[in-house]
Structures are given as C-alpha cells and as structure tokens.
C-alpha cells in the first residue's frame, strides 16, 4: 500500500507540473485570446477590456491556479472558436478516444500474448525466417498507410462501414464499435508485431537461466515450467511496454482519427491548434499528458503485483 501510494503521489505530482508548463506555454505564444476572440474588431482598447474581462490582465500564477481550480471542477474555460465550455465540447470526444484506445490495447493484449508465447515455443525450424520477415514488415508499416488500405478494401470495397458516418455512441454503441474496430486494428498491427517479438525474445532469455535448467533437469515438463514459471517472470517488461504502448496508442490515435474521420480528440486538437484556441488546445494537452502517465502508473503497479522482488522493494 505504501508503494501504491508513493506512485499515486508521483502521478498528482507528475500532472501538476505538466499542467502548468502546458498552461504556461500558452499563456507566453504571442497573440492573446482576446485578440483571437475579436478579430478584425481588435483594438487597444477593446482588447484591454476583453482581457480585463476574462481575467487575463492576472498574474500568471493567480491565473494558473483559478484554472487549476476548475480543472478539478470540470471548468476547462471556455472555447474561443465554438464559444461554448471546453469540458462541454471534449467530454464526447475524450469518450470516442477512450474507446478507440481500450479497443486498440485489448486486441493488442489479446493477440500478441498468444503468438508471443506459441513463437517462444516454436523457436527456429523452417518457418522461422518467414515469421521473422512479417514480424518486421508490420512493424515496418505505419498506422495510418494500414489505415488508408482498411478504408478502401472495407469501406469502398466490400461496403462494411461508410466512411465519414460515425454513429453516435450514446444511440449506437455497437455500430460505433464496428466503426472503430478498423481504425483500432490499424493501430494494433504494428503494436502486436512489437509486443510479439519483445515476449518472445525475453522468454528465450529466461528458458536459459539456471532455475529454468534445473527445474527441467529434476524431470518437469518443458511446457509446465514455461506456463507456471518463466511466463510471470517474462510478463513484468511486457506490462512495462505494453503500458508505453497504450500511451503511443493516444498519439498514433491523433492521425488515425483524421484518416477514418471519427470525432474523437485528434480531430479536435488539429482544428484547435489551427484555430488558435489555447482553451482547448490546453485541455487536450493536459488531459493527454495525464493518459500517458496514468499508463506508466498502472504498469508500475501490475508489476509490483507480478514480482514479488518489486514488492518487497516497493516498501509494501
């Protein structure tokens, strides 16, 4: 519990800093939101005013902290482009995001843990060379090339989804799943041959440790000692990177979202940025951030579960 809680610690802290550098960085790039919000109406005046208005003539650290304030609350502020509050126009698109990265990381888990174990099992023989090769031309090609090649055998072709048609998740759970189901193998292709070859690799290291020599010499089954022991030993980097995937899931996501034209956050964080609204632009980045580390603090702590030298290092 200690441990749990060191890392949890960690994770606040950790969110904290990037929230403010984020907020910041904003607050620094030339051109103010009350410029932005006025346009061509934009006058010395009017823009003192304005800013005067939203607060923004406040020192940075006062501002910071009323943003910090309401981002516990769910008050993100207010989007300059669509005029409307920023946790009110991101909640639907954090879900959208959410469901296409949890959908991409359990077909990752899903299918990499199996081949990565079968292909430890079957090391060498003739076939060895031609897994390797397509192992590595997955790895090779990048979501959003998968991406394009999906859309015109699934969509144009065969006529499984019409693209551009998103359902709605709140009316059409099942059919925006469906949806997304090839968008999230586009991002799990390259992310399973990774998983694959890292697990296979690092069972091979294990099965040649001593205990694994001498647990086989004393007459266990190869298979037994693979399942009941190496597997747990080998899982602990594998949690680690598949957490490190799950983080490059949420940024691969950003240009896949574009290419199936699904609503989520990508999307919106490129017409954000090109409409220079900060508001949004910054709770993305924050809301981002606090995805990746997230990831890294589950990993963390799944693998003080899995090894009990991290449990007993951990202080627990």
Known sequence: MKYAAKRIAMLLLTMVIVSFFAFAAFSLISGSAAEIMLGTQATPERVAALEKELGLDRPLLVRY???????????????????????????????????????????????????????????????????????????????????????????????????????????????????????????????????????????????????????????NDRSGVLYRHVLKNALVPVVTFLAQTMAEIVASGIVVEQVFAIPGLGRLLVASISNRDYPVVQAIVVILAFWVVLAGTVADLINQRIDPRLRLGGGA
């Open 65 to 219: 902290a009323g943003w910090l304030a309401g981002f516990f609350t769910g008050d993100l502020g207010t989007s300059i482009s669509y005029q409307q509050p920023v946790g009110e126009l991101i909640a639907p698109k954090v879900l959208v995001t959410l469901c296409l990265s949890v959908l991409s990381f359990l077909l990752i888990a899903v299918v990499s843990i199996p081949l990565g174990v079968g292909s430890a099992g079957r090391s060498g023989g003739r076939l060895a060379g031609v897994r390797t090769a397509f192992n590595q031309l997955c790895m090779a090609v990048p979501p959003f090339f998968t991406g394009i090649l999906l859309t015109w055998l699934f969509s144009t072709t065969l006529k499984w989804f019409t693209h551009g048609r998103f359902p709605e998740l709140g009316t059409d759970f099942f059919g925006a799943l469906k949806y997304m189901l090839f968008a999230a193998v586009s991002l799990a292709i390259p992310r399973i041959a990774m998983t694959v070859r890292m697990l296979r690799s690092t069972i091979l290291g294990e099965m040649r440790k001593d205990y694994v020599r001498t647990a086989i010499s004393r007459g």
